[in-house]
Nanobody
Framework: QLQLVESGGGLVQAGGSLRISCAASGSTFSIAAMGWYRQAPGKQRELVATISSDSRRTNYADSVKGRFTISRDNTKNTVYLQLGSLKPEDTAVYYC?????????WGQGTQVTVSS
């Protein structure tokens, strides 16, 4: 089991930065592949970034490469997403996802709004 709670969203101006966090409870965080997804109004949920359990492998959507950074701290059971050079099109609800084996877990999401 993995329970995920996102935090850190908010309103930021275009060009600004923000860090969002996902705190996990449960004993399997350290072996879970973690990711961030986002869903804008009227659009499908899309992958933003993923990170392997040992942090050795990361993957980013083309739209955020060079601007966002995913990281994790297994001692704190937390995964982070640093958002930089934000654009209005980054506005969305950001969801944390964890995968353990064949099971996938989701948080409730945190809203990020970028004003122009």
């Amino acid at each position: 089991q993995l329970q995920l709670v996102e935090s850190g969203g908010g309103l930021v101006q275009a060009g600004g930065s923000l860090r969002i966090s996902c705190a996990a409870s449960g004993s399997t965080f350290s072996i879970a592949a973690m990711g961030w997804y986002r869903q804008a109004p009227g659009k499908q949920r899309e992958l933003v970034a993923t990170i392997s359990s040992d942090s050795r492998r990361t993957n980013y959507a083309d739209s955020v490469k060079g601007r966002f950074t995913i990281s994790r701290d297994n001692t704190k059971n937390t995964v982070y997403l640093q958002l930089g050079s934000l654009k209005p099109e980054d506005t969305a609800v950001y969801y944390c996802n964890g995968v353990v084996g064949v099971r996938s877990y989701w948080g409730q999401g945190t809203q990020v709004t970028v004003s122009s």
